[in-house]
């Protein structure tokens, strides 16, 4: 058999988080009632007109800004031509001869290494519908809340070559519309969904293979299956001497295979024409360099200057980047306590034990940075030990307590009575002769034990580091007495 590689493109649909939708005032709110989210104007009655979102607009500008795009300060919307019953007005404001951004890159890094996906083109347009079907009574219902959501569709080159660097570029795109703060991305709620173009070639040849595309992909693990499986199809198709033919399919996530929807559609299909009820649109030069001006630090600049102002290994700058949330928790605990490791370790340890625990996305954290950085001083104080303070941080996670109060109710500050300490570790190596006797034939890891075992007496309420010299003073005078 013939050796072929994989050719990808992506065409990523991102609604954008404005408040109301793009050419009316209904809200963009997710769920509700079945059609009670829209308007004459969202659901194309005869004689409403549309009205542009300004902030749809400045939202898909920063994201070309944010991709390295060219943004179009001339721009126009066109009329997509779109029969499916979704769509009310039979057709979708869209942008087809001059997209809002074109040319644009991103870099991604996966075990083969860094690669830049160059970005075709971002246009804006409007969400259709969502089809509900019922099997059991052969009906399809439609809900028309989602008609009129803004949207972003981000069409990237056909650069990537695996399901590996498919996921690394989602997975890049997903932060930066997240750290802009323009699309929750959440891919169960159709936020963010993915329509995969693949074909295959021998390798070496420069000549691309006829594409299928595999529409509204929801979730990384689909796509990868979807990938493997569409990549496998198509080799089997070319190997038995059949010509692959260019159509839509639809996966079938519980069947891990597809299925041919309709022959793939043309630009000349849909009859693009310019839209009568929008004028075009002029971006001044001003208002662009104020969207610039906006712009956040973005996860690659973070995690940079995570290492070098705060001298973080890169994994944890890596970790801690990884969600805007999580990051913002990062800096203003650290601003509190002037602690960046500690502030890190706690972070990457315990806060992300707890949300696994709890199957908690970043964005559900409630932790609050005052409380975390009082915890860290405590213990960098030396009032509590990093045993009972893990105990401490569990109630300020799940319950947002004051540490300092908890301390204080529980009793549970670090015992300084050196004399009350002392006469504790003496009965403990006391109670435990055969351990005096393991350390005098040379087994110096019993001290750990006898530690053990004192902290059980004090109930945690004393520092190990003195309570394990105490120990092991006691037991190198019993020695020398014993020579």
Not at 23 to 41: L, M, S, Y
Not at 455 to 472: F, R, Y
């Amino acid at each position: 058999m013939k050796n072929y590689e994989t050719v990808i493109g992506l065409e990523v649909h991102v609604e954008l988080a404005t408040k109301t939708k793009i050419f009316c005032g209904c809200t963009t709110k997710f769920g509700g009632d079945p059609n009670t989210h829209c308007c004459p104007i969202c659901i194309g009655m005869p004689g409403t007109l549309p009205v542009l979102n300004k902030k749809a607009v400045e939202f898909a500008v920063a994201v070309g800004l944010a991709m390295d795009c060219t943004i179009t300060k001339r721009c126009k919307f066109d009329r997509k031509n779109y029969f499916y019953p979704d769509l009310p007005k039979a057709y979708q404001i869209s942008q087809f001869y001059l997209p809002i951004c074109r040319n644009g890159k991103i870099g991604i890094e996966t075990d083969s290494g860094k690669k830049k996906i160059g970005i075709h083109e971002i246009h804006l347009e409007e969400d259709a519908g969502k089809l509900i079907h019922d099997p059991s009574k052969e009906i399809t219902l439609i809900d028309y809340n989602r008609c009129g959501v803004p949207l972003i569709e981000i069409v990237s080159e056909p650069d990537m070559r695996s399901a590996e660097e498919v996921i690394a570029y989602l997975e890049k795109l997903k932060l930066i519309l997240q750290y802009l703060e323009v699309s929750d991305c959440k891919m169960q709620e159709g936020s963010l969904r993915a329509d995969i173009n693949l074909s295959v070639r021998e390798i070496g040849s420069d000549i691309l293979g006829t594409r299928t595309e595999m529409k509204n992909m929801n979730s990384f693990k689909a796509i990868v299956k979807a990938i493997e499986a569409e990549k496998k199809r198509q080799i089997e198709w070319i190997e038995s001497g059949k010509k692959v033919i260019q159509e839509t399919r639809r996966w079938d996530d519980n069947k891990n295979t597809s299925f041919a929807m309709r022959s793939k559609e043309d630009a000349k299909d849909y009859r693009y024409f310019p839209e009568p009820d929008l004028p075009p649109l002029e971006l001044s030069k001003e208002w662009l360099e104020q969207i610039k001006k906006r712009q956040p630090e973005l996860r690659d600049q973070k995690m940079q200057r995570y290492q070098t102002e705060y001298g973080l290994p890169e994994y944890d700058a890596a970790i801690l980047t990884g969600s805007k949330p999580l990051a913002e928790l990062f800096e203003k605990t650290t601003a509190l306590c002037k602690k960046p490791k500690e502030v890190s370790n706690w972070l990457m340890v315990e806060t992300l034990r707890m949300m696994k625990e709890r199957e908690l996305e970043p964005d559900q954290l409630s932790l609050q940075p005052e409380k975390l950085a009082e915890l860290i001083r405590m213990v960098e104080d030396g009032k509590i030990n990093r045993t009972i303070s893990k105990e401490v941080f569990e109630h300020i996670f799940l319950e947002d307590i004051d540490p300092k109060e908890y301390v204080k109710e529980n009793g549970l500050e670090i015992i300084r009575d050196d004399t009350l300490l002392r006469k504790t570790v003496e009965k403990v190596i006391e109670e435990n002769p055969q351990s005096v006797k393991d350390y005098q034939n040379g087994k110096e890891k019993i001290v750990g034990y006898l530690v053990g075992q004192t902290m059980k007496v004090m109930k945690g309420k004393a520092d190990p580091t003195i309570v394990n010299q105490m120990i092991k003073d006691i037991l190198r005078n019993i020695v020398i007495k014993s020579i």
